[in-house]
């Protein structure tokens, strides 16, 4: 069965950082691009940054380049996002979700995946 699970939210302070896990099970995130995503109260879930399969390029939300960096780990097999330098505008709950085998990544949420909870995010005084 092919699921991801997401880890390392948390409250943190302006400034901080957080390192997101998105763990996969059942397939291997050799040939499936990931993307991290997030969904603050009352808003559309957004894209945050992907990393392709087919070239390992990466792209980022506009108001994250420079802060977030995606990456991967192919023997555990886990995809990370570290957050730095933490805005409150960053607090949501982010998701993983993967795109079809061998397809580039977007940061338009993928319209087939099934979304698990999440991991929270605060960034709050």
């Known amino acids: 069965q092919v699921q991801l699970v997401e880890s390392g939210g948390g409250s943190v302070q302006p400034g901080g950082s957080l390192r997101l896990s998105c763990q996969a099970s059942g397939f291997t995130v050799d040939y499936y691009s990931i993307g991290w995503f997030r969904q603050a109260p009352g808003k559309e879930r957004e894209g945050v940054s992907c990393l392709s399969s087919l070239d390992g390029s990466t792209d980022y939300l506009d108001s994250v380049a420079g802060r977030f960096t995606i990456s991967r780990d192919l023997a555990k097999p886990t995809v990370y996002l570290e957050m730095n330098s933490l805005k409150p505008e960053d607090t949501a709950v982010y998701s993983c979700?993967?795109?079809?085998?061998?397809?580039?990544?977007?940061?338009?949420?993928?319209?087939?995946?099934?979304w698990g909870q999440g991991t929270q995010v605060t960034v709050s005084s």
């Open positions: 979700a993967n795109f079809h085998f061998r397809s580039p990544c977007s940061l338009t949420p993928p319209s087939f995946f099934s």
